[in-house]
């Protein structure tokens, strides 16, 4: 089996570290490390929904990314006023992500917004925020007390992962210098189910086989797989 250059197999995760209450002012808050690329993930909960919502009794979950200067090795310019298509590309999939496995309408008239914001980026930043911003999402609901019987407002634990292929090898887990050689990239965001909440890949200059495709799904399926149960064991099972 091809052995990367950090000593892992194709289908090995990188060492993965969660760390709660990293941020005291926060309802919630969780660092997690995939790696080298960290990412810090606060969660705020507001007694109000945007315009649209008002008066419906469903709340909104909602979540902002942003990438600090020094993240990376070439300093990173603030983004002030307005984001870029990345940086927008990116929260509007981890607010897609966590929304599809949350029934908002068990939330009452509240927005949950979810701050990720990248401490060091190795790649993976979106897809570490997914599985961050979900567990800091659990910690924050699981705070406040809701009148819902014995109805769940998140419907199930959820998962994302980066697949790819490098030198005709699909890999599981890319970091950057991995992410960058890639001719595939993909970020496949699951259930506990073994449902896809969401799939991006492309071809970098390339096409791929549908073969191919299937081995990157089934690695990926494994690596969600094992970040949920690394996600029970730092929360416990039970979902607010």
């Excluded at 109805?151 to 199930?156: D, E, F, L, W």
Aim: hydrophobic share 35%.
């Amino acid at each position: 089996m091809t052995i990367r250059s950090d000593g892992r197999a194709v289908d090995s995760l990188r060492k993965i570290n969660i760390i709660e209450n990293y941020i005291s002012s926060s309802e919630s808050s969780i660092l997690i490390e995939f790696g080298h690329t960290r990412v810090l993930c606060n969660t705020t909960v507001d007694l109000k929904v945007p315009i649209w919502l008002k008066g419906k009794g469903s709340g909104w979950v909602t979540a902002e990314y942003s990438l600090l200067p020094r993240s990376t090795p070439q300093r990173v310019r603030r983004e002030r006023g307005s984001v870029s298509g990345r940086t927008q590309e990116i929260q509007r999939l981890i607010g897609r992500a966590l929304r599809g496995v949350c029934d908002l309408s068990l939330l009452g008239e509240r927005t949950v917004t979810i701050d990720c914001d990248v401490i060091e980026a190795d790649g993976g930043t979106r897809t570490a925020s997914v599985v961050g911003g979900f567990l800091s999402l659990v910690k924050a609901l699981r705070a406040i007390k809701f009148k819902n019987g014995d109805k769940s407002i998140i419907k199930s634990w959820l998962s994302a992962i980066s697949v790819g292929v490098v030198n005709d090898t699909p890999m599981l887990d890319l970091c950057y210098t991995e992410d960058v050689a890639a001719s595939v990239d993909m970020n496949v965001v699951m259930n506990d189910k073994n449902e896809f909440v969401e799939v991006q890949g492309t071809g970098e200059e390339a096409t791929y086989s549908r073969e191919t495709l299937n081995r990157l799904l089934d690695l990926a399926e494994t690596g969600c797989g094992q970040i949920i149960d690394i996600q029970k064991e730092c929360l416990g099972d039970s979902l607010p």
